[in-house]
C-alpha cells in the first residue's frame, strides 16, 4: 500500500500559485497579509494536511519555540519528584502555546557558558533559572545576554531587577515553628533542604525568628542541612534521637525527607505525632496524592505547610511565555503564601 507523501510548505504554495514566504505569513498570522488570502491558505492547509516543521516556523516568526531548563548537576535530579512535577507542570503550558523543553544538566560553575551558548545559537527563547542561590550571579549573567528568564524562587530580598516567582518560606516556616511552640514545645529540630539554596536559607530565618520570639535559644545540634530525599530524613532523625535532650518536634523541609523521618521513629519504637511531633512542607508531589495518608479517611497524615510544585510549574511558565511576548516590560513577580494543615503528626510535647 502506497503511502501519501508529506506535504510541505513548498508543495502547499505551488497547490496555491502563492510564494512560500506568503504561505508562511499568512499561517503564522502575520498582518499584512490579507484577510481573503489568509483564509484561502489556512483552508488549503487543513484539506491537504500541511504540518508545519518546526525551524520553517521559527524561520517565519524569529522565534525558536523552545524553553530552556538548565538545571544543576546532581545524583538525584532526574529521580526527584520535586523537579519532575514542576516541570509536569510548566510542560502543560508550553505545550499549550506550542513550545517545548530543551533541558541541560551541568554543574553550576559551566552554567554561565551554557547560557552563552543558547544565546548566541538563538536556541531558546527564555530560560528558568532553579535553584537559585542568595546572590546568585546567574541573574547578572541573564540580564546582560537580554534573554528573557523567570527565577523560580528568589536571589535577594527584593527581586526588583528580574522575573521570579516564589513561595513565602520564611512565613511558612515561622507559622509552622510558632504552632509547635504555642502546643508547649521548646526542642525543636530543623531537617532543612541545602542552605545553599535561598529557599532553605528563608525557611532557616522563619524558624530561627519564631524561636527568638518565643525566648528559646537556638540549638545548633538540632539543625541539618543536606538535599532532600528520604535516607536524609531517616539518618538525621536517628542522630537527632541519640541526643542527651532530644528533640520533641521535628520540622522538616520536604515530604521525602519526612518519610526518612517517620520510619526512623518506628524503628526507634516511637509514633510521629504521639511522641514526637512533626511538620512537613507538602510540594502536594503528584506520586503521593493517594498514598501517604494516616488512617484517618478525611485528616492527612503529616500536618503541613503546604504549596504545589506543579501549580508553581504551571505559573512559572506563563509568567516565561509573558516575558518572551513583552520583553521590555517591567520584571513580574509573584509570591505566593503556603496553606497550613493540621494532619495527624502533631501533638502536645510527651513528658519525659
Known amino acids: 500500500m502506497a503511502t501519501r507523501k508529506a506535504m510541505n510548505l513548498k508543495m502547499l504554495s505551488e497547490a496555491l500559485g502563492l510564494s512560500q514566504t506568503t504561505v508562511s505569513r499568512a499561517l503564522n498570522g502575520f ?35 523552545m524553553i530552556g531548563h538548565v538545571v544543576s548537576l546532581s545524583e538525584h535530579i532526574m529521580i526527584n519528584p520535586h523537579f519532575a512535577d514542576f516541570i509536569a507542570g510548566a510542560g502543560e503550558i ?9 533541558l541541560r544538566l551541568a554543574p553550576l560553575e559551566e552554567q554561565e557558558r551554557i547560557y552563552l551558548n543558547l544565546a548566541e545559537d538563538q536556541r531558546v527563547d527564555g530560560v528558568v533559572v532553579h535553584g537559585p542561590l542568595t546572590g546568585d550571579s546567574r541573574i547578572g549573567i541573564l540580564n546582560a545576554l537580554g534573554m528573557p528568564f523567570v527565577v523560580h524562587g528568589r536571589c535577594d530580598e527584593e527581586g526588583a531587577d528580574y522575573c521570579w516567582m516564589d513561595v513565602n518560606n520564611r512565613r511558612a ?17 530543623l531537617i532543612n533542604g541545602l542552605e545553599t539554596m535561598n529557599f532553605a536559607e528563608r525557611r532557616r530565618q522563619g524558624y530561627e525568628a519564631a524561636l527568638a520570639e ?14 532532600m530525599v528520604e535516607p536524609y530524613g531517616y539518618q538525621a532523625t536517628r542522630a537527632l534521637m ?6 520533641t518536634a521535628i520540622l522538616v523541609a520536604s515530604v521525602l525527607p519526612a518519610m526518612g523521618v517517620t ?27 493517594s498514598g501517604y495518608k494516616g488512617s484517618a479517611p478525611d485528616i492527612p497524615y503529616f500536618t503541613a505547610v503546604r504549596s504545589s510544585i506543579r501549580e508553581a510549574g504551571k505559573r512559572v511558565a506563563q509568567l516565561l511565555l509573558e ?18 494543615v493540621i494532619g495527624q503528626t502533631t501533638a502536645l510535647p510527651r513528658r519525659r
Open 173 to 189: 516556616f515561622h507559622r509552622a515553628t510558632k504552632f509547635l511552640l504555642d502546643l508547649g514545645h521548646e526542642r525543636i529540630a
Open 214 to 227: 518565643a525566648g528559646v535559644a537556638l540549638d545548633e545540634r538540632l539543625l541539618h542541612s543536606a538535599d
Open 94 to 102: 508550553y505545550a499549550q502555546s506550542g513550545y517545548d523543553i530543551l
Open 323 to 340: 516575558r518572551i511576548e513583552t520583553p521590555d516590560g517591567p520584571p513580574l513577580s509573584e509570591l505566593w503564601e503556603a496553606d497550613f
Open 31 to 65: 498582518p499584512e497579509v490579507a484577510e481573503k488570502t489568509r483564509a484561502r491558505v489556512v483552508e488549503a492547509a487543513e484539506r491537504l494536511n500541511y504540518r508545519p516543521s518546526p525551524s520553517a516556523a521559527s524561520l517565519a516568526t524569529g522565534k525558536s519555540r
Open 242 to 247: 541519640e541526643l542527651d535532650e532530644p528533640p
Open 263 to 289: 520510619r526512623a521513629l518506628v524503628d526507634l519504637g516511637l509514633r510521629a505525632g504521639e511522641d514526637v511531633s512533626v511538620i512537613a512542607f507538602d510540594d502536594c508531589l503528584s506520586f503521593l496524592q
